[in-house]
């Protein structure tokens, strides 16, 4: 069984920075790909960055060339650094772990608040 613990979230300004991490416990890490998703009250969860084993990155549109998803197979761990962050930026971040022996796993979300 996979256990994801998000940290890092917080109250930032627009304009700002945060790094969130991601740490699992338990399963295969290095075979799983892992996601970053986020969820605006009233809104769908919508994926925002996946790393493959590969180390292959997909991109949401709306984050393109802010924020960047890395991987440490070493930690077990994956983070997401956040840079010129918006408004719109503002949800709960959920990090995500699916692999073909793990299946698939989500964190508990760290809210991630960006004031205009």
């Known amino acids: 069984q996979v256990r994801l613990v998000e940290s890092g979230g917080g109250l930032v300004q627009a304009g700002g920075s945060l790094r969130l991490t991601c740490a699992a416990t338990?399963?295969?890490?290095?075979?799983?790909?892992m996601g970053w998703y986020r969820q605006a009250p009233g809104k769908q969860r919508e994926l925002v960055a996946t790393i493959n084993t590969g180390r292959i990155t997909n991109y949401a549109d709306s984050v393109k060339g802010r924020f960047t998803i890395t991987r440490d197979n070493a930690k077990k761990t994956v983070y997401l650094q956040m840079n010129s962050l918006k408004p719109e930026d503002t949800a709960v971040y959920y990090c995500n772990s699916f692999g073909p022996a793990d299946g698939a796993y989500w964190g508990q979300g760290t809210q991630v608040t960006v004031s205009s």
């Open positions: 338990g399963g295969i890490f290095s075979f799983n790909v």
